[in-house]
């Protein structure tokens, strides 16, 4: 069954360190695929996505995410986080063939000391 | 400008009681719609989702049902509460051409 799988239910980071959170997809298939944020007591929301094109994509507040599809992989980064940064994050994936059918990883919690 | 409501933002309710989560949208027409249920730990479950008026897709068989009575209105719903059904439900919608899903406030539902 097709599957999303995020590495790391929680990350604790201090201001200013490095972050990658690690993302990885079961589909053999052409996919799309997101990463959504739900910051505390807000609606989740689109952070970045990727369709087709440049497997390097920027998306709001400084995040970047690489498809890497010979590893299956969608991992976040930001070089340097913020506290306002801390919240959960979602990877998703969708199969490129029409169907509506969003798979969600199990989230990671970040919480960035100030 | 998009935007989605759902209501109750939160509930408790007692077992074997009915549910009725309502959900809609503004500012699109012929949305695709989606029903999730968000465990801590275990990411988004899609529940049911919808391509139109009427038309409902079930990816879990479970206790509850969905309804989408008019364009822009989707409904989930219970004729008897069970316990398990308590989570935090979320309501997406989705544009015909665009993957990307817009989410809801959500509803904490408590069954006692």
């Known amino acids: 069954a097709q599957s999303v799988s995020q590495h790391n239910h929680h990350v604790i980071l201090s201001e200013a360190a490095s972050l990658e959170l690690g993302c990885n997809y079961s589909?053999?298939?052409?996919?799309?695929l997101f990463w959504y944020v739900q910051y505390p007591g807000q609606h989740l929301q689109l952070l970045l996505k990727?369709?087709?094109?440049?497997?390097l994509v920027k998306g709001i507040k400084g995040f970047e995410a690489e498809f890497i599809k010979s590893k299956f992989s969608f991992n976040l980064r930001k070089p340097s986080v913020q506290w306002s940064d801390t919240a959960e994050y979602f990877c998703?994936?969708?199969?490129?063939?029409?169907?509506?059918?969003?798979?969600f990883g199990a989230g990671t919690r970040l919480f960035v000391k100030a | 400008s998009q935007t989605i409501h759902q209501w109750p933002a939160t509930l408790v309710q007692p077992v074997g009681s009915p549910l009725s989560l309502e959900c809609t949208v503004e500012g699109t027409s012929n949305p695709n719609l989606y029903w999730y249920r968000q465990a801590a730990g275990r990411g988004l479950q899609l529940l049911f989702y919808?391509?139109?008026?009427?038309?409902i897709s079930s990816e879990v068989p479970q206790n509850l049902s969905a309804s989408r009575p008019q364009d822009r209105q989707f409904i989930l719903s219970s004729k008897k509460l069970l316990l398990s059904d308590s989570g935090f439900y979320l309501c997406?919608?989705?544009?015909?051409?665009?993957?990307?899903?817009?989410f809801g406030p959500g509803t904490r539902l408590t069954v006692l």
């Open positions: 998703a994936v969708i199969r490129n063939t029409g169907g509506f059918k969003t798979i």
């Open positions: 997406a919608w989705s544009s015909q051409r665009e993957n990307e899903q817009f």
């Open positions: 990727y369709f087709s094109g440049d497997p």
């Open positions: 589909y053999g298939g052409t996919v799309n």
């Open positions: 919808s391509v139109g008026i009427g038309q």
